[in-house]
C-alpha cells in the first residue's frame, strides 16, 4: 500500500496533512473500555482472565479491546504456558499522552463530557 498526499480515509474526508494515523490512534482511545485496560495494563503484564477479574469485565469484552489495542500496535502480548500476557508496547510514550489529555481535560472540564454532538456519536453507538 502507498501513502500519498490525496489518501483519504473511509469518511471521504481528505487526509492532505496527513493526519490519518493521529486520527486513528485517538480513534484507539475513544472508549472508555480500552481506556480502562490501557490505565490497568500500565500496572504491569495481564492475562485475559486477570484483567477481567481485576476491571470486573466480561471475558468477550476484554479479548475483543485487546485485539484492537494490539492491532494498533498499543499492546501486544507474549506465550505463557496456554495463556497470553499482555503489556503495554510504549509505556512511558503513553502514560505522558494520558497526562496531556488530564491536563486538557482539567482546562475544558465538562465541555467535553457534556458535548452533545460526541453524545450522540457515543449513543448511536461506536465501537
Ligand atoms: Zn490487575
Given amino acids: 500500500m502507498t501513502m500519498n498526499q490525496t489518501d483519504v480515509d473511509p469518511g471521504g474526508v481528505p487526509d492532505s496533512a496527513g493526519l490519518l494515523p493521529a486520527a486513528s490512534l485517538f480513534h484507539g482511545f475513544s472508549d472508555p473500555t480500552r481506556l480502562t485496560i490501557l490505565r490497568h495494563l500500565a500496572l504491569g503484564e ?8 481485576h476491571l470486573g469485565l466480561a471475558q468477550s469484552t476484554v479479548s475483543k479491546h485487546l485485539a484492537c ?11 505463557e504456558g496456554r495463556a497470553s500476557m499482555f503489556s503495554l508496547t510504549h509505556r512511558d510514550a503513553l ?6 489529555a488530564e491536563r486538557l481535560l482539567a482546562l475544558t472540564g465538562d465541555a467535553v463530557a457534556l458535548c452533545p454532538t460526541y453524545r450522540l456519536e457515543t449513543l448511536e453507538g461506536g465501537s
Fill in 46 to 53: 495481564h492475562r485475559v482472565v486477570d484483567l477481567t477479574e
Fill in 69 to 79: 489495542l494490539r492491532g494498533c500496535g498499543l499492546v501486544q502480548s507474549r506465550p
Fill in 95 to 100: 502514560m505522558g499522552l494520558l497526562a496531556a
